[in-house]
């Protein structure tokens, strides 16, 4: 399901899944107070339950921006059985099967948080404990399949999110065992593993190499396909096909013929994700190939070749390259 290739939609799904990840930390970090609340009973019921609520729906609602904007966008590789079923995706698919998981155990919890008074109280508490089962898999999956977890501004608002979580949890498993002076060791040692583990993983073994944006020079595959319509004494023939590879492309050229000759040429070449196009004409054209030149908004010049092997069935398999 790929409705649109605006770069928009690929940036909402970013943000809202940072969004969804940091409010979900939150919400952690709140249920895990409340699980103390003795030791904060001073802080009104609405400063733990009903902003605690609160925080679940808003981390839903980002869910949903994200799934519904991956889903539409044409950049990302990724049908509707692949955001529904873990593992049939493409793309990294144990990371990304992580965050299906978070995602459908995150609306089980709603379901059973809207049911609370109906259900036994045993029975929901510990279904609620499945909230550090969806944050410990949001985390992966953002750190094994984030485009951009390994930027260091990504990477520091995971080592926070981790090492608060961290620190919380030995806290809330320390604070009725052990005196304070021997817990505050444990719980600032679970805070910088978390911190440390999930920071390694995203510089270092799950580290990002993102593909060129708008690459001046660039040489991919080419698929595509021919098509001819002859007049009474002028003829088109356009080529429309897309480059995969390190740089995404949509590429277009258009000859208008007339017997013996080239009368008009047109080129497009449209870079992806970020939607830049680039127009011009077709410098020189041959039975199964072309080369053009077309300017960018900016002004500077690529130098496009096309070549292909021909068929019957007028389709295109070959390579497309570029430079400036």
């Not at 529904?84 to 698919?93: D, F, G």
């Amino acid at each position: 399901m790929h409705l649109t290739s605006n770069p928009v939609d690929w940036y909402a799904a970013r943000a809202a899944g940072i969004a969804a990840y940091l409010l979900l930390s939150f919400g952690v970090l709140l249920g895990l107070t409340m699980a103390g609340r003795k030791s904060l009973r001073r802080w009104p019921k609405f400063a733990v339950e009903d902003v605690h609520r609160f925080v679940g729906l808003l981390v839903g609602t980002f869910v949903i921006i994200h799934v519904v904007t991956i889903a539409i966008d044409a950049w990302l590789p990724f049908s509707i059985g692949s955001i529904l079923v873990p593992l049939l995706s493409r793309y990294r698919a144990i990371w990304v099967a992580l965050g299906v998981v978070a995602a459908e155990l995150l609306l089980a919890l709603a379901v059973t948080n809207h049911y609370r008074d109906r259900l036994d109280y045993r029975f929901w508490r510990r279904a609620h404990y499945l909230n550090l089962l969806v944050w410990t898999a949001a985390t992966l999956h953002g750190i094994g399949s984030g485009t951009d977890r390994s930027a260091p501004w990504l990477l520091a608002l995971y080592a926070l999110a981790t090492a608060a979580v961290g620190a919380a949890i030995a806290w809330r498993f320390t604070r009725l065992r052990l005196p304070t002076r021997r817990s505050v060791p444990i719980i600032a040692f679970a805070g910088g593993g978390f911190s440390l583990l999930v920071v390694g993983l995203g510089a270092s073994a799950l580290h990002f190499r993102p593909k060129p944006w708008n690459a001046a020079s660039f040489t991919d595959s080419l698929g595509g396909h021919i098509a001819q319509v002859n007049g009474l004494s002028r003829g088109i023939v356009s080529m429309a096909g897309e480059g995969t590879g390190l740089q995404r492309v949509l590429v277009r050229a258009d000859l208008l013929l007339q017997p013996g000759r080239i009368d008009r040429t047109a080129f497009q070449m449209e870079y992806l994700p970020s939607g830049l196009r680039c127009d011009g004409t077709v410098t020189r054209a041959a039975a199964f190939g072309f080369d053009a030149v077309c300017r960018l908004p900016n002004g500077t010049r690529r130098f496009v070749s096309a070549r292909w092997q021909g068929n019957e069935q007028a389709q295109v398999v070959g390579t497309i390259s570029a430079h400036a």
